[in-house]
């Protein structure tokens, strides 16, 4: 495979953007392993801040404070972590993390209505999908599709590809070797 050899220690290698289902967090850790460096996923760092799960964050403090610790997070981790870094679906609605995102390798992983939903359905709960996950899901994707490609460098479709074939597929699109 030819193409640049990963360099960690100066910013993420690879951000990973996508809705719901796309299989962020999955495929993120598959190439963190692959390119032998860390993951981090910002939902995670904002469980770890809030100390309770996304849903009670929903919950008990609503989707704005989420939002604020979402942006939080994503610049702590686009300022310091140099691995691979998978951003929640809905990161990309703020502008100061679309700003953070300028001149780092951000793949928007893609997938269609019917995929998601079968996917996000054998997972915990998340809070924007749980009543009619089809129609939120659809609704959420028109309004963010525009903002996935506004920060993407590259677009990789994820539809009937296993989540180790959609990792080879952003090598591929990055021209990242390992
Ligand atoms: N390419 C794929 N093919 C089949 N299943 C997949 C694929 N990618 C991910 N999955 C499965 O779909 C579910 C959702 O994946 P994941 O949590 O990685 O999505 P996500 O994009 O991080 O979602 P969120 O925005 O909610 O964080 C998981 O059960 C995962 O195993
Ligand atoms: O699409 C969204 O808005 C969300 C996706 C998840 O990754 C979490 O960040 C949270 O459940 C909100
Ligand atoms: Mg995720």
Do not use: C
């Not at 809905?90 to 001149?103: F, W, Y």
């Not at 997972?123 to 994707?141: I, S």
């Amino acid at each position: 495979m030819s193409g640049r050899i990963v360099k960690p220690g100066v910013a993420p290698v690879v951000v990973l953007v996508g809705p719901p289902g796309a299989g962020k967090s999955t495929v993120g850790r598959l190439l963190a392993e692959r390119l032998g460096v860390t993951f981090r996923d910002t939902d995670a760092d904002i469980e770890q801040l809030a100390g309770k799960p996304i849903p009670e964050i929903f919950i008990d403090e609503g989707e704005p404070h989420f939002r604020e610790l979402e942006v939080r997070a994503v610049r702590a981790a686009a300022e310091t972590h140099d691995g691979v870094l998978a951003l929640g679906g809905g990161a990309v609605m703020a502008e100061a993390t679309r700003t953070l995102l300028k001149g780092l390798p951000v793949v928007f992983l893609e997938v269609a209505l019917g995929d998601a939903v079968k996917r996000v359905g054998l997972d915990a709960p998340r809070p924007l999908l749980a009543v009619n996950p089809r129609a939120a899901w659809r609704e959420l994707m028109e309004a963010r599709r525009p903002l996935y490609l506004e920060v993407a460098t590259a677009v990789v479709d994820t539809e009937g590809r296993p989540p180790e074939q959609v990792a080879d597929a952003v090598l591929e699109a990055l021209e990242l070797k390992y």
